[in-house]
């Protein structure tokens, strides 16, 4: 997904808003809820069934859908995140006493919960690997609804189509922005591309003339309102514990961003990478020089285990290769990650390869920040966004650079993305 806010500002309003919120590095695998989460002192299962989940945050309700599905003795052995079309498998689940810890996919996150009567939840959205603590206080009650609430009777408007954006921090400083959106009736699904990455499955419901989308896939919680007034939209970005934005929109069918193969390049001069990372192996090191790769096109995927955008990219990457890694292609995966300590960084990319079947090889790059991504890809002009995606030829010549990844909750632009990717090979390898 798009980078954080603190982040967004590193690389001057290039991005997008996911990574800066963050928490403890201590990656433990319960927790005991915090002063001010007094555990119930009901049975500790969690009841099976859809369940409507709450972050608190910045005085906003950040809702979202998931199920939770139970197994021997009642104890919950998958929780599903839902998101739109989207849907989230969650299978690392522990239980100390009354505490229940569902460890939140392929990032260093929890939902730490506990029973709180027959039909409620409560406990925190905990985040571990950043530098300070970071929660967000959570709650639930069983049963499948609207994700914001009964409507107030008022005749809807439509917010469905193509919208030009633009996101404004609370700094001052602005960013471009494509929203699309499909509308029935109330419901509402949809996205937002920026130049570094889009903000994936979002959902919600329309009131009157009141939009309001939201998602939590683990690593962050969005909340997007508007309002419209004609064909122009004004409303507010809110992101997990302190990130805010304010937007504006316009209706445009052929609203576009900055073509993503141009944002960066090579420095005057420089035609190939020259790095030699660690990998995720110990003792082992990546190059593009190593023989493994001579003579064949190389993809280098910049990412991090942190990174939404990212893990929809390997998403589609891992898969890919095993398909036609015979062809003559590699690719090799740099991950920067929240931590300086390069064995916690190559065990968070291990658990990232294990649980999305990744073939490819993997390195320790360094940490997660646009600056020391440029420092470390010195015959870069820049890095702006995590992922990009450099295509190597068989000379070990850089030919395409790409900024950022439209997932698959874009629709038709993932499609297109997709397409793109396809041609590039296919073009290479013809050399």
Not at 16 to 25: I, T
Not at 28 to 46: D, M
Not at 47 to 63: D, F, K, Y
Request: with cysteine; proline share 5%; hydrophobic share 35%.
């Amino acid at each position: 997904m798009p980078v954080a806010f603190s982040f967004r500002k590193a690389i001057a309003g290039a991005g997008l808003a996911l990574a800066a919120v963050a928490c403890q590095s201590n990656s433990a695998s319960s927790e005991k809820p915090a002063p001010g989460e007094t555990a119930g002192t009901n049975s500790n299962y969690l009841p099976a069934g859809p369940w409507r989940g709450v972050l608190s945050a910045q005085g906003q309700e950040i809702p979202f859908l998931f199920d939770i599905e139970t197994g021997n003795n009642n104890q919950p052995v998958a929780v599903t995140l839902r998101n739109g079309e989207e849907r989230l498998k969650l299978d690392e689940i522990k239980t100390v006493g009354d505490s229940t810890t569902i460890r939140l996919g392929a990032f260093d996150a929890a939902l730490v919960v506990y029973r709180d009567g027959e039909t409620n939840l409560k406990g925190a959205w905990v985040k571990y690997d950043g530098k300070t603590p970071y929660r967000v206080p959570f709650s639930a009650r069983k049963g499948s609804g609207s994700l914001f609430g009964a409507k107030s009777g008022q005749e809807n408007q439509s917010f469905d189509g193509t919208w030009k954006v633009t996101f404004k921090g609370d700094d001052g400083e602005t960013y471009p922005a494509v929203g699309v959106f499909k509308q029935q009736d109330r419901n509402i699904t949809g996205t937002f591309l920026t130049s570094t990455g889009d903000y994936r499955y979002l959902a919600g419901n329309v009131d009157g003339n009141t939009m309001r989308l939201s998602t939590f896939d683990g690593s962050h919680g969005f909340l997007f309102t508007a309002q419209k007034q004609g064909n122009t939209l004004q409303g507010d970005f809110y992101s997990g514990k302190s990130g805010h934005e304010t937007w504006t929109a316009t209706l445009d069918p052929n609203a576009k961003l900055p073509d993503a193969n141009a944002l960066t390049g090579m420095k005057p001069g420089q035609k190939k990478l020259n790095f030699t990372f660690p990998s995720i192996y110990e003792g082992g090191s990546i190059s593009p020089s190593d023989p493994k790769y001579k003579g064949k096109v190389v993809v280098v995927q910049i990412l991090g285990s942190w990174c939404p955008n990212c893990m929809d990219e390997t998403n589609f990457l891992a898969p890919w290769y095993e398909k036609n890694k015979q062809r003559g292609v590699e690719i090799i995966g740099l991950g920067y990650e929240r931590t300086a300590d390069q064995k916690l960084a190559s065990q968070k990319l291990l658990k990232m390869k294990e649980r999305m079947k990744v073939g490819y090889d993997l390195a320790v790059a360094g940490q997660a920040s646009a600056a020391e991504a440029s420092k470390s890809l010195p015959q870069l002009a820049k890095v702006i966004a995590f992922p990009t995606t450099i295509f190597l030829d068989k000379k070990g010549e850089v030919r395409k650079i790409h900024t950022g990844y439209s997932g698959p909750g874009t629709g038709k632009y993932y499609e297109q993305e997709v397409a793109e990717f396809n041609k590039t090979i296919d073009q290479l390898l013809a050399e």
